[in-house]
């Protein structure tokens, strides 16, 4: 059987396994104890591998960088937001929502009911 750090679901079973504290009794004990023994191993690799990530990551200013796209990414999707949620009069401010929802690749739930709502408006319809 082959292990590895990359095997998240392997990983985490791994924790589970070493927290319980196993005890072997009887037979098959030393195959367990064996398979025990690997996954504290694969346990110790995971955390050390998890710190030299964090290292690298405080190191090279990923973190910094992650950080500011998030939020720069939560920017640019309240601006969208209003792109949509825009009382477009006429078809061609609507033509132009619609493009900028194609151009974004936008395809989650809020944007068609903001954009419904825009077209409800247009034709002439009013919801409570």
């Known amino acids: 059987m082959e292990w590895s ?3 998240t679901s392997r990983v985490a079973s791994a ?3 070493v927290r319980s504290k196993r005890r072997f009794a009887g ?3 030393e195959d367990a ?3 025990y023994q690997a996954q504290r191993r694969l346990v110790a690799a995971a955390m050390w591998r998890d710190r030299k990530v964090g290292q690298a990551m405080k190191v ?3 973190d910094a960088a992650f950080d500011k796209s998030d939020r720069l990414e ?3 999707d309240e601006a969208a937001t209003r792109v949509y949620e825009y009382p477009f009069t006429n078809a ?3 033509r132009a929502a619609l493009d900028f929802a194609e151009e974004r690749g ?3 739930a809020v944007l068609l009911p903001l954009l419904t709502a825009g077209v409800r408006r247009l034709a002439g319809e009013v919801r409570a």
Request: hydrophobic share 40%; net charge positive; proline share 0%.
């Open 15 to 17: 924790r589970r396994d």
């Open 92 to 94: 061609v401010e609507l």
């Open 27 to 29: 037979a098959g004990a």
């Open 60 to 62: 090279t200013g990923y």
């Open 5 to 7: 750090t990359s095997q």
């Open 106 to 108: 936008a395809g989650h």
């Open 74 to 76: 939560w920017v640019a």
């Open 33 to 35: 104890r064996a398979f």
